[in-house]
């Protein structure tokens, strides 16, 4: 079996085509796509720690309203009022 002397020459070329296609192409890709994961992780810690907060807002509202329901002596009307003006209080610090 003979083998077609051009086989070499063709291989050896094909090997340095790819070379420059990969340091070209590819490597730009592979580091645009890890920025790429690197911002959406960012993002993603983001809203995960603002979920977080806005959560232990609510828990406190319900464990104020849970108390304020189960106080049978206490002034209603008065802490009812005293929540509806907490946020503005909160927007003004």
Avoid at 8 to 18: A, E, K, Q, R
Avoid at 46 to 62: D, G, M, N, P, S
Wanted: with cysteine.
């Amino acid at each position: 079996m003979e083998i077609n002397p051009l086989i070499i020459p063709i291989l050896g070329i094909s090997c340095g085509v790819l070379a420059v296609i990969g340091g070209v192409f590819v490597k730009p890709w592979i580091k645009f796509k890890q920025e790429q994961l690197k911002v959406q992780t960012e993002m993603t810690a983001e809203k995960a720690a603002q979920y977080a907060a806005h959560t232990e807002l609510l828990e406190k509202r319900v464990r104020v309203l849970e108390r304020i329901v189960t106080d049978k002596g206490a002034d209603l009307a008065g802490q009812i009022e005293d929540l509806r003006d907490e946020p503005q209080k909160k927007e003004l610090n």
